[in-house]
């Protein structure tokens, strides 16, 4: 039974594939997949019709770093909806960014139609978030790119839901692990951490406590350098690739592939059941 942190199903460019992508899922033997929104008006709809689609589904709903600057004036109340017509709902995915803020993305076409909000307006919104998210206990999924010092002083000074909160295809460093752990983190494995190159994110999940490991695809994202799945456009990645991640994070913690699931099986349960 394979559990699925992270990943955006909702996403326009699975939609034509959904069908053939279930199966797959099925064939791997999916139990459970956080299936992510990032923007209230975009796809929250979206990741409600699949919660009502798949039973594995669970649903998720955040404002995404990147989609701060876009937000509707009604976000707030759109959120708590979201949250009170739902008690199985998450929260996420959220977070901070300052990759995106760096001049070298002025030139980026991905970012030509959307405003990139400052540091301090994400940390505003991300705060808001977390808050709500700790007064109903909901799980919340992070993301943090190139801010940990900032993300750690926001953990610190804000609310934070008792059950735990996901650092998502965590990239900080192996030192930080034990200081996020101490305040509720759990961190997912990626399937793009299945690269040798990515020494550091490895070596981040060698100190992982096993009480701490989930597993994810961040799925049309985050392809695995040879995907045992593929779609019809190369660069997606496909959600099935969830059984290559947790075969190689076995691997990389010297685990049996049946101990190290029922491990995250468990772990997933805490956090997100």
């Known amino acids: 039974m394979l559990y699925d942190a992270h990943n955006h199903l909702q ?7 959904l ?4 199966r797959d899922l099925d064939a791997i033997g999916l ?3 956080v299936v992510n929104g990032t923007h209230p008006d975009e796809d929250w709809d979206a990741v409600a019709t699949l919660a009502k689609r798949y039973p594995w589904v669970v649903p998720s709903y955040g ?5 701060v600057g876009m937000r509707p004036t009604d976000w707030q109340d759109k959120f708590v909806h979201r949250l009170a017509a739902d008690p199985r709902a998450a929260v996420g995915e959220i977070g901070i ?6 001049p070298a993305r002025d030139a980026d076409p991905q970012f030509n139609d959307i405003r990139r909000a400052s540091l301090d307006e994400q940390l505003e919104v991300c705060a808001w978030q977390l808050n709500r998210a700790a007064a109903a206990n909901r799980a919340v999924t992070i993301h943090c790119l190139r801010a940990w010092g900032p993300l750690q002083e926001l953990l610190r000074d804000t609310a934070l839901p008792p059950r735990g909160f ?5 990239g900080g460093s192996p030192e930080l692990v034990p200081v996020f752990a101490e305040q ?8 793009a951490h299945i690269d040798p190159a990515k020494t550091r994110q490895r070596a981040a999940f060698r100190a992982v406590p096993l009480d701490r490991l989930l597993v994810e695809t961040d799925a049309p994202a985050m392809r695995p350098p040879q995907p045992e799945y593929t779609l019809p456009d190369p660069n997606l990645n496909h959600p099935a690739n969830l059984a290559a991640a947790y075969a190689d994070l076995a691997a990389l913690r010297s685990l049996p592939v049946a101990e190290l699931t029922t491990q995250v099986a468990a ?4 956090l997100f059941g």
């Not at 996403?11 to 034509?16: D, G, M, N, T, V």
């Not at 772990?267 to 805490?270: D, K």
């Open 19 to 22: 069908d053939a992508i279930a």
């Open 184 to 191: 509720g983190a759990y961190f997912s494995y990626s399937t």
């Open 267 to 270: 772990n997933f349960q805490r």
């Open 63 to 67: 404002v995404h770093p990147w989609d």
């Open 31 to 33: 139990a459970g997949a």
């Open 11 to 17: 996403f326009a460019e699975l939609a034509p594939h």
């Open 97 to 102: 960014d300052r990759w995106i803020l760096e």
């Open 166 to 170: 996901l650092l998502h295809a965590y």
